[in-house]
């Protein structure tokens, strides 16, 4: 990479090579767990079944269109009707990302704090970075039903934990998308650490606050009244 390479003039696949190494070097690919899209134009570039993010080339991408048509490339990863639904519910994003990171994972595995939030509003960072985070009920990875997990759910979100599974994310590029699931990783971990204490949460109208300035969705009771 050259100091004149900017991030404008990179292309999808070069996007989607750098949120792989992103996601390992933040700690939340174990194993060769986890895959992330980037849709470019009616295109979707895609990691393959069991790539390792951190070691990621061009290469090694699927190319599918909207429909989930392999195109190019090799294999896409089996997790694909999860990230075709994201990009339906959110059409102005153009990353997603499946992690199977620890705290997200363990917290999958608990019963969700609320209906429209698994994880409790200890910290304003989550809120401000993905807003609410529900509960998706369990299917098995790679069943299309994964999708209409997603498409079905009347709740807006950017990010949700997939029960006893891991997190998805989505957002409109490469930093979005991964800082907001560093944020969801980090406030399971919190959730975690504090569970079973008397812990405080951040006063319900000051959720809809943060989450209303940062244009992030919180349908909670507050913000509906
Ligand atoms: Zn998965």
């Known amino acids: ?33 986890g895959n992330v899209s980037v849709r470019d134009g009616e295109q979707l570039l895609m990691t393959g079944t069991g790539t390792m993010l951190g070691s990621l080339t061009v290469d090694d991408l699927s190319v599918l269109a909207l429909d989930g048509t392999v195109l190019a490339g090799p294999k896409p990863s089996k997790e694909v009707a999860l990230h075709l639904a994201l990009y339906l519910k959110n059409p102005g994003h153009r990353v997603v990302v499946h992690v199977h990171s620890p705290s997200a994972v363990a917290l999958s595995c608990l ?6 939030c698994a994880v409790p509003p200890l910290t304003p960072y989550s809120l401000m970075r993905v807003g609410q985070v529900p509960l998706l009920p369990f299917v098995a990875p790679g069943d299309p039903a994964m999708g209409s997990l997603v498409t079905d759910s009347p709740l807006p979100f950017r990010a949700a934990l997939l029960s006893n599974h891991g ?8 930093d979005r998308a991964v800082l907001g699931a560093v944020e969801v990783e980090e406030a399971c971990r919190i959730a975690l650490l504090t569970q079973g204490a008397d812990r ?6 000051q959720v809809a606050a943060i989450t209303a300035a940062s ?5 909670g009771p507050t913000a509906l009244g």
């Open 200 to 205: 405080r949460l951040i006063p319900a109208d």
């Open 167 to 174: 997190s998805v994310v989505s957002g409109e590029d490469v």
């Open 1 to 33: 990479m050259t100091a004149t390479t900017t991030k404008t003039a990179k292309t999808a696949a070069e996007r989607l090579v750098d949120a792989g190494r992103a996601l390992v070097a933040a700690g939340l690919s174990p194993g060769s767990s």
């Open 111 to 116: 019963e969700p704090w609320s209906e429209h």
């Open 215 to 219: 244009g992030m969705p919180w349908t």
